[in-house]
């Protein structure tokens, strides 16, 4: 991490104290986290106050950490059944429920500095309503608009306040969100032209989901946090 | 004189101007636009959820299908997001070769944009003279990767294959006489470098002759001047970046603001423009196409001396030379688990972002510490610029809805993603 970010970092801390919490790196960029009731004050902070001067929001975009860390492989122990080609999978069940676990759901933010030359990150859970909903910050950065409808479209997350929240990467007419992790990667329907009724038709779709290459987790020495700077994390 | 109402007006997806699947709904007050309604997504493959289900090396081909006229820009945001996350060192020369095609990229994409636009508002010519040009960079793209577009020439640690002693020449065939067909072979006959080099000669000659066919067209003026103007305090709200941000007088390159690779070590200078409308923007593009080509040229000077490696020699994460497999385990497992499992990378996010000449283009990545990314995220330029497109088509008529496509430079490639 670099001085110019530490001095940033110091001043971030004096301004937001608790609201805003670090997030350790491994690769020099600054993260923070914070509760989704104090983005918006956080936010127009960060753009107007002179110390910070981000007056450009590169990108939001949605997370979905369902699944964070699991794989499909066990690399820890030797098994005696022999290794499995992870094609087996277990069936998807949609989230019905009216709760999720509260940090399933993200919302991340980089944000820019044009006249101190800094980038910044900015992570706000949604916590466990369903649909996850959070402020919008199309007010505060206009620019936020396509990058919100991106959101709500592959993630269903809400945006409260954003003008205009439509489907925008998406079939008209589409169902659920796809970039869900629970969204199966062949999607739920396939479409073909039924030459009887002289128009597209959808149907629920007709190919195996399949794994090529089974999803692994390694544990290794050379990254391990006992090795690393501890400025870093 | 009947009234004027006003109309909705559905412009695209199938229109010649509307640069791919762009899908326009406009509101229209006689030929006044009040209001423009870009639809997206005709395009949308879903780039970023591929990319979740495959290990990373294997991705690398998607980034080509992005914005699928500045192919290695992509791809160099896509394998500098993972360099970070892996810390690996890139070895200098394999810098050198990366910036040089950046460069080679971002002129083949402002000659497409160039002859796209030109040929939008009624400038043929511009877009044979952009491809007689577009064509010579293709076949430097081949000579390294084999094909001409979809590269996959950069890999995390560096590139692929170091640049190659012979160009591929033109064939003898019965409809080409021998004079052309040693004419056409002339700059073929060394190294890449020696093309490259000619190449760079040239090209300040076919600029000019571009410049001169528009620059003080009175009706090339009279199409993009006060049009689609953006103040700099809009430019950046709306989240501009690259020539749109610069066309606006805003001063900000990453090349030499936030320099990755060699960038620090280059001579070149950033043009920035004044009134921020299609014009300046196009001023902007055109001394861009000249400031590449000295970039090229102290590339291919610094690549001639310094002969080395390409690529990172850890091959955790970089195939073992074919010769060493032939007689070592160790390589010989290297190369198995490299090209059946792929390589873990560590937990953790990271954003990279390269000067694409679209503007910013930025890869988030999280990580959690598998062999697949977690979550990968295409922050592309395009996308930010289209959102714009309603405000910079407000109270203009409806020619200049194609000035204003034009001037974004938008592929539907990153748009839709």
Not at chain 2, 79 to 99: D, F, N, S, T
Not at chain 2, 351 to 372: C, L, Q, R, W
Not at chain 2, 385 to 398: C, I, K, N, T
Request: aromatic letters at 10%; glycine letters at 8%.
């Amino acid at each position: 991490m670099s001085e110019r970010y530490e001095t940033l970092a110091a001043r971030i801390d004096e301004r937001f104290g608790d609201q805003m919490r670090r997030v350790p790196s491994s690769c020099g960029e600054l993260t923070y986290e914070l509760d989704k009731d104090n983005l918006h004050d956080i936010a127009t902070a960060l753009r107007n106050e002179a110390d910070f001067g981000f007056e450009m929001l590169m990108d939001v975009c949605g997370v979905d950490y369902l699944g964070y860390g699991s794989d499909e492989w066990t690399t820890s122990d030797a098994t005696d059944s022999g290794f499995s080609r992870g094609v087996e999978r277990e069936p998807v069940i949609l989230d019905e429920s009216d709760e999720f676990d509260a940090r399933r759901f993200a919302v991340v933010y980089h944000l820019l500095s044009l006249q101190h030359n800094f980038r910044l990150r900015l992570r706000v859970f949604t916590g466990s309503s369903n649909p996850p909903i959070i402020k919008s910050v199309v007010d505060i950065w206009n620019g936020a608009n396509w990058f919100e409808r991106e959101a709500f479209d592959l993630y269903g997350i809400l945006f409260e306040g954003h003008p205009d929240l439509r489907r925008i990467l998406t079939d008209y007419g589409f169902i659920g969100h796809p970039f869900r992790k629970d969204f199966p990667l062949i999607g739920n329907v396939e479409v073909s032209y039924d030459a009887e009724q002289g128009r597209v038709v959808y149907k629920p779709v007709s190919i195996e989901p399949r794994t090529l290459v089974p999803r692994v987790i390694r544990d290794d020495n050379r990254y391990s946090a006992d090795l690393k700077d501890p400025v870093d994390g | 004189m009947a009234e004027i109402h006003s109309y909705t007006m559905n412009f695209g997806p199938q229109h010649p101007a509307a640069h791919g699947v762009l899908r326009l709904v406009l509101e229209i007050e006689g030929e006044v636009i009040q209001k423009a309604d870009p639809h997206i997504g005709l395009l949308h493959r879903a780039t970023e959820k591929l990319v979740e289900s495959k290990p990373y090396n294997q991705s690398i081909g998607y980034m080509d299908r992005l914005d699928y006229v500045s192919m290695m820009s992509n791809e160099h945001a896509y394998v500098m997001a993972i360099e970070k996350l892996l810390g690996v060192e890139v070895p200098e020369r394999a810098q050198y070769i990366r910036v040089m095609f950046d460069e080679i990229t971002r002129i083949l994409n402002h000659l497409m944009w160039l002859g796209a636009h030109g040929l939008d508002i009624g400038a043929m010519t511009m877009f044979l003279y952009c491809f007689r040009e577009r064509e010579d960079l293709m076949d430097c793209y081949e000579a390294v990767s084999g094909t001409r577009m979809h590269a996959t020439y950069y890999r995390p640690g560096g590139v692929y294959r170091d640049l190659p002693d012979s160009m591929p020449k033109y064939q003898e065939s019965r409809f080409r006489k021998p004079q052309e067909l040693e004419r056409m072979n002339a700059a073929r006959e060394g190294s890449i470098l020696d093309f490259i080099e000619a190449f760079t000669d040239r090209f300040p000659g076919c600029v000019d002759e571009y410049e001169t066919l528009l620059t003080d067209n009175r009706i090339w003026k009279q199409r993009t001047v006060n049009i689609g103007v953006v103040t700099p305090e809009r430019a950046m709200q709306l989240g501009f970046s690259g020539p749109m941000l610069r066309g606006s007088g805003v001063e900000w390159d990453l090349r030499k603001k936030q320099p990755y690779e060699v960038y620090d070590r280059l001579d070149f200078d950033i043009p920035v423009g004044v009134n921020g409308d299609c014009y300046d923007r196009y001023l902007v593009r055109v001394e861009e196409l000249r400031q590449s080509n000295r970039i090229i040229r102290q590339c291919v000077n610094w690549l001639r001396d310094n002969p080395g490696p390409v690529i990172a020699g850890d091959h955790k994460i970089t195939p073992p030379r074919r010769i060493e497999m032939k007689d070592d385990m160790e390589s010989l497992i290297h190369h198995f688990k490299l090209f059946t499992e792929g390589y873990c990378v560590p937990e953790g996010e990271a954003y990279a972002a390269v000067e694409h000449p679209k503007g910013e283009f930025g890869i988030y990545m999280i990580s959690d510490g598998a062999n697949k990314p977690y979550r990968v995220k295409i922050r592309a330029p395009g996308f930010a610029h289209l959102s714009a497109m309603s405000e910079m088509v407000q109270g203009h008529m409806l020619a200049d809805v194609v000035a204003v496509i034009g001037t974004q430079d938008i592929v539907f490639g990153e748009v839709d993603r």
